[in-house]
């Protein structure tokens, strides 16, 4: 099956009428030497043998949705209501393309305004982009983003910043000179600590990066922060959850001045790790300095108001080498599916599903805590995920979890070998308080 | 009609002696080319900018251009009008369209630019290449 | 008529979703400094959420619905098949972190698929996890970057592309801290080897090329332009953003390439979305398979798979968790489906497509290299322009007649570009009619103008005022009444109708 409708009758008829006769001859240009190879692969088959075989390798997995899951650390399982996927999956959406031709692409147009007008309001901030590819993509942007502004190459990150952001920040500056300094994290007196990243911040400073709730689930205070920021001018960056925006206090209420997310938990599935959307907004006075596509509202000469790609003279395809960023391509289906999802919710469920996951997270450690040998480190306040220190390995923990259908916490040894008997555990609505009930008795069997 | 009263650079940019200080902008052609401006930034008083160096940028819908000094020298004045309503660079860039202001280190650097005549005769040449 | 927008919508107490109460005992909220007051987020009820976002489908033009002529971007057929694979619980329920034992379906599918696509290709390795051609291109370009800096090679500061090539090429080697360097075309549209030769020097990193290019053309001089780049030591990038000319016809590899990127979302099918998600698989030779991203897709001597991140040399992560997988399913899929013999058919069904729209159109347009093309065939509109209908208007009023446009301006080098790609999934009749449109424009741009001035006729909204949107940008609502009233709601969305 190759999809291809032309028949030999008519391939004849186009030969003909570009004076060749063969394709092969629309080829010559090709050097001979490697024209042609051989491709050693499967021959192509139906739907229903491909359909059989793949759906027989999907059959070797065990997703989430078979068993009670415990696992975060950046990637959620929330329930996707159905109205999202019956929609974001419409043909019309899904098949179309980037909307250059703003006539005859209004529905996108106006879903991606409408989805950059949501992003502002969950994180109260004056202007967003259409999308970047995902949440660590988004914070290497806005450090880049960060420094271009300031012109200095200094980045200040936290210490609970998930590991895997910041390895992607890396990736993005390796080349350009700049210092990344990271803050100390450190299980003292059954606690974890975060030193003080503020005492890190200098003149040469040119972004601080912190993570809200941080990787390890807790939540801070900035206030003090924010004015150490100011003292020197850096910018403060901040790393956030959507769903827990539900509830807490806002990146643009702290004053921070680049705000970033994972938008996985809004609609999107998990699929494996992508793909997924990232979020980014900022101030006003910034907003040249952002990359990704951003749309704007316009009107016709008749007076109706439409939607446009707008400010594109920032962007590659017409900056080439001087653009923000190379960056061609959003996450526009995925910025969809995040649209309804919010929409669906509104303020009163959106802030639901937040106090859900925060109150099965925290009946889960209180009933671990109590638990000999088992003690929870990450202190008050913290959203839906916390650190829990284990008497035994935590992977061979985990595979006893399985085998009773229980898919256990992120073992933190993987990204801090100093908390190798640990690891990090959530709970989002989509938990029940039996399936709580189970793990902690598994727990204390092991 | 290109302005004779003033010199002219390789880049589109115009420089008018004004009482020992030079005013700079960008010429009908370069505006013509760019389509409606947007957006344009400009280095700020008291920046120093250096003759066909970059000093800014300048937007329309469809492009994005790099602005060159085409003196070296302190910047005194910026035309704040014109950042407010880019159109003026459109309608009127040779008068109301200014950019900025410079105070040069040497008006000797101006012999290095090209005459009304010359600038024409550049613009011609590259529309006889395109 | 439009569509309202949400906020515009939205009613206070509207409640569109509900979710159950905790049923666990309540513990303390956190302190209310730490905690929001206000959630200012629209209020609509399910029905209103359907109805808005179903009209709003019904604004859009997609592959679905007709032919998009997009030059390089590859608009062919999305099979469903490939979206009901991506969906199956799974895939789609599989958390990143999950331990392997759990995921061994998932991630036999990426070994595959990376065994095909190094099959297609010619290479030795590859990476699935950037998100995107320009992912791709940053992960292509890191790796090459670390290939000069392993062999002590630190004065390599300059990259060349040709003066055809997309943006992202010099944005990419910007952000890799290399300053581009471009090189023109000859009179046939190849890249000129003279000036070639002239900028390869010991400082060069690299030459990115697309092939065929974006002119629609192979380089008639590929194995010099090889040779050229190899003989001082500089790599040759490929942009296989044109990748649908080549499957079973030549295999890049072979073709003197050492680092290449592949835009699933263009040559595999797998669906635009309005604008993502994408993929960016990135091919390497042999001895830079070190330097690709982690994780990469390992299988211990059990047999079993896993995902290797302990690889010394790697440039490090280009994104958290793993690539594009719904996407990479796609893929997959696609390709089983397709076969060698399936695959082949499409790079000889869509040259013969490409070049049956050059012959229809030559006469009444100027072909921009008038010699067979591959792929893709760039005209220029600069005769039309002359009559007073510039190339964006061709574009406006093609959409009169139906049809997406294609890609306008583009590349740079043809003056008032058009550049026409029709994938292989599209009809003879298909063609015929596209065709038959294009002439009585370019009829019309002879005697009447206007029409193409003024067009779009009967879509949604008209041209756009993109000159304000950009100098007073509104990106977030409310839209201020200057911009338009909002639409008032009515009983039913009027559908594009082209």
């Known amino acids: ?446 | 009609m290109t302005p004779e009263d003033r010199r002219y650079s390789s880049e589109h940019e115009w420089a008018r002696v004004d009482g020992g200080e030079v005013v700079v902008g960008i010429t009908d052609f370069a505006q013509n080319q760019l389509g409606d401006v947007v957006y344009v930034e400009l280095p700020r008083v008291g920046d120093q900018v250096k003759q066909m160096k970059v000093m800014g940028v300048i937007e329309s819908v469809k492009a994005a251009s790099d602005l060159y000094s085409p003196v070296t020298g302190e910047v005194v004045a910026v035309n704040d009008a014109a950042v407010a309503e880019p159109q003026a660079i459109n309608d009127s860039p040779y008068d109301r369209g200014w950019l900025i202001r410079v105070r040069p280190d040497s008006l000797d650097e101006l012999n290095g630019l090209m005459s009304a005549q010359e600038y024409d005769l550049h613009v011609s040449d590259r529309g006889a290449e395109e | 008529m439009g569509e309202p927008l949400l906020s515009e919508l939205s009613v206070e107490g509207r409640l569109g979703h509900r979710f159950p109460a905790p049923d666990v005992p309540a513990a303390p909220l956190p302190d209310a400094g730490l905690l929001r007051d206000r959630l200012p987020l629209p209020q609509l009820s399910e029905l209103e959420v359907v109805r808005h976002f179903t009209r709003l489908s019904q604004l859009n033009y997609a592959v679905d619905t007709g032919f998009y002529p997009l030059g390089s971007c590859t608009m062919k057929y999305n099979p469903k098949i490939d979206d009901e694979m991506a969906r199956l619980p799974g895939f789609a329920g599989l958390h990143p972190y999950q331990p392997a034992e759990t995921t061994q379906g998932a991630l036999r599918l990426l070994a595959e698929l990376e065994a095909a696509l190094a099959e297609i290709t010619g290479f030795a390795a590859i990476t699935l996890q950037p998100s995107a051609g320009a992912h791709g291109e940053l992960t292509g370009m890191l790796i090459i970057r670390a290939h000069h800096l392993g062999a002590g090679d630190t004065g390599r500061r300059r990259v060349l592309v040709p003066d055809s090539a997309h943006g992202t090429n010099p944005a990419t080697a910007a952000m890799c801290g290399y300053e581009t360097v471009t090189v023109p075309a000859d009179a046939r549209g190849n890249v000129d080897l003279d000036a070639l030769r002239r900028e390869l020097r010991e400082d060069v990193a690299a030459l990115m090329l697309t092939a065929p290019s974006t002119l629609g053309l192979f380089d008639e001089h590929m194995p010099e332009i090889a040779a050229a780049v190899h003989e001082v030591g500089a790599l040759l990038y490929g942009d296989g953003a044109n990748l649908n000319a080549l499957l079973g016809v030549a295999r890049p590899a072979d073709l003197g390439f050492d680092v290449m990127h592949m835009n699933l979302h263009k040559t595999f099918a797998t669906p635009h979305g309005g604008g993502g998600p994408g993929a960016g698989p990135v091919a390497v030779r042999a001895d830079l398979a070190r330097y690709l991203p982690v994780p990469v897709v390992a299988r211990a001597a059990d047999g079993r798979y896993f995902l290797d991140s302990n690889r010394p040399d790697s440039i490090g992560r280009v994104r958290a968790f793993g690539g594009h997988f719904g996407v990479l399913v796609r893929a997959y899929t696609y390709i089983r489906l397709l076969g060698a013999d399936g695959l082949r058919q499409v790079s000889e069904t869509a040259v013969l497509n490409a070049n049956y729209l050059r012959v229809l159109l030559q006469d009444a347009y100027d072909v921009a290299y008038n010699r067979p093309c591959m792929h893709e065939v760039v005209l220029s509109g600069r005769r039309q322009k002359a009559r007073g209908a510039r190339t964006l208007d061709l574009a406006k009023r093609l959409i009169d007649y139906g049809y997406h446009p294609p890609t306008i301006y583009f590349p740079l080098v043809v003056d008032e570009a058009l550049m026409i790609e029709p994938p292989e999934t599209e009809s003879k009749p298909t063609l015929d009619a596209f065709a038959a449109a294009m002439l009585a424009i370019a009829a019309e741009a002879a005697e009447q103008p206007e029409l193409l001035r003024e067009a779009p006729h009967h879509t949604p909204v008209g041209r756009l005022d993109e000159t304000t949107a950009a100098r007073h940008p509104v990106l977030r609502w409310p839209v201020p009444d200057e911009l338009g009233a909002a639409p008032a709601a009515v009983g039913r969305a009027q559908p594009l109708g082209v």
């Open chain 1, 1 to 446: 099956m190759s999809f291809v409708p032309l028949t030999p009758a008519e391939a004849a008829a186009m030969l003909a009428r570009v004076g060749v006769s063969s394709v092969d001859d629309l080829f010559e240009v090709i050097p001979a030497a490697v024209r042609f190879p051989a491709l050693d692969l499967p021959p192509g088959q139906s739907e229903l043998t491909v359909s059989r075989e793949v759906r027989g390798l999907a059959a070797q997995d065990r997703p989430t949705g078979e068993l009670a899951c415990f696992l975060g650390a950046g990637a959620y399982h929330h329930y996707i209501p159905s109205a999202v996927g019956a929609l974001a999956n419409r043909a019309e959406f899904a098949t179309s393309y980037t909307p250059y031709q703003p006539e005859i692409s209004q529905g996108t147009l106006q879903a991606t305004f409408e989805f950059q007008s949501l992003v502002c309001d969950l994180f109260e901030l004056d202007v967003a982009n259409a999308s970047v590819y995902d949440g660590a993509t988004a914070l290497a942007e806005a450090v880049l983003m960060a420094e271009r502004l300031t012109r200095r190459e200094r980045v200040v990150l936290a210490g609970s910043v998930h590991p895997e952001y910041r390895s992607v920040v890396e990736t993005y500056v390796a080349e350009r000179g700049t210092e990344l300094v990271l803050g100390e994290v450190a299980a003292t007196d059954g606690a974890l600590r975060e030193a003080d990243v503020a005492a890190l911040l200098d003149e040469r400073t040119a972004c601080c990066v912190v993570q809200q709730p941080s990787f390890f689930g807790g939540i801070a205070d900035f206030s003090a922060l924010r004015q150490a920021c100011d003292r020197v001018g850096a910018l403060l960056v901040m790393v956030c959850n959507p769903i827990a925006l539900g509830l807490l206090k806002s990146p643009g209420a702290w004053g921070a001045d680049i705000a970033v997310a994972e938008g996985q938990p809004l609609g999107v599935p998990m699929s494996f790790g992508g793909p997924w959307v990232g979020l980014m907004a900022t101030r006003e006075r910034y907003v040249r300095q952002m990359p990704g596509r951003i749309v704007g509202a316009a009107r016709d000469a008749q007076g109706r108001r439409g939607y446009v790609l707008t400010l594109q003279a920032r962007e590659q395809h017409i900056r080439r080498e001087k653009a923000t960023s190379n960056v061609c391509t959003n996450e526009a289906l995925l910025a969809l599916h995040a649209t309804i999802y919010l929409s669906l919710l509104g303020p009163t469920g959106l802030r639901q599903v937040a106090e859900n996951c925060y109150q099965y997270a925290h009946y889960a450690a209180a009933q671990i805590a109590r638990l000999p040998g088992y003690a929870v480190l990450t202190p008050e306040p913290y959203f839906h995920e916390f650190v829990v220190r284990c008497p035994l390995p935590p992977e061979e923990l985990n595979r006893r979890l399985l085998a009773d259908g229980i898919l256990g916490g992120l073992p933190l040894g993987r990204f801090f070998p100093e908390l190798a008997d640990c690891a990090l555990l959530c709970c989002t609505e989509m938990n029940t308080r039996a399936e709580i009930d189970k793990l902690v008795a598994a727990l204390a069997a092991a």
